[in-house]
DNA sequence: TCCATATTTCGATATTCTTTGAAATATGGA
DNA sequence: TCCATATTTCAAAGAATATCGAAATATGGA
């Protein structure tokens, strides 16, 4: 990923009310949210929110569709992948010892093999 | 960690000149670089590094020491792991299988890569 | 002590962001 | 078609950031 790719992406999540927006998305998944509930959800004004999702559409972090009347708002979470791909290679880059630990600190490598998630250990 | 703090993180490396600074601490590991290596290593004014390694510090990134007439900086890597790990949880909160492949885009959690992520090789 | 080096602090300016009210666009239903 | 709902666009105001020149502080050595 290119650095400037990766600085939009990340200040685009360098917002509190931004990363609200994100973090909400996250939980609801692949399915998504429309604009207008996430609004209510965070309190915020639609058209506030038109230009914090644009931020984060504009990052390639969110995707949109239309449903009706509705555009329903959801995670990229390939391009999520890839920045946190970037920040991890910046953070062990050429020097693994010091990032080994790093594995411990991610609670979504344990126990998740590359396909078969065989079962969560429920730890967290 | 506090979603605060991880927005002060976020915004400290969601700039190209501090990206920048933060990828060449990272390579310089645990020793550090003095301030006016960096400055001349990256071109930029002393003064206007001096602002920006501020705010990396601010954030917690990276912490400093002074040796002799020079200040080193040199990376907070926990600081740098947590960051992750607030992220990766983000990511995965609850859907571990959204996140799976994860593992997969991580470089450092398995065998080393060979090269420096200086160079910008195309799409991947 | 005096001086050169290394770095930071200060103040100002230029730039970029964020939010908001008002108006516009798109959709579905009566 | 007309209307209500859902969302975006636009323009402006206010806030936050980034960079720069000049001056200040800290350190080591002659």
């Given at each position: 990923m290119e650095t400037t790719t990766a600085v939009k992406r990340l200040s685009a999540l360098a917002q509190e009310a931004r990363l609200d927006v994100f973090r909400l998305l996250v939980k609801a998944g692949p399915e998504g949210r429309a604009a207008g509930e996430i609004a209510r959800a965070l309190d915020v004004a639609p058209n506030t929110l038109s230009a914090q999702l644009l931020v984060l559409s504009n990052a390639g972090l969110i995707g949109a569709r239309r449903d009706g009347r509705s555009i329903i708002y959801s995670v990229r979470f390939d391009a999520m992948r890839e920045l946190l791909g970037f920040l991890t290679q910046d953070c062990?880059?050429?020097?693994?010892e010091i990032c080994a630990p790093l594995a411990a600190a991610k609670s979504c490598n344990r126990g998740v093999p590359d396909e078969a998630p065989a079962r969560a250990r429920g730890r967290r």
């Open positions: 062990c880059g050429g020097r693994p």
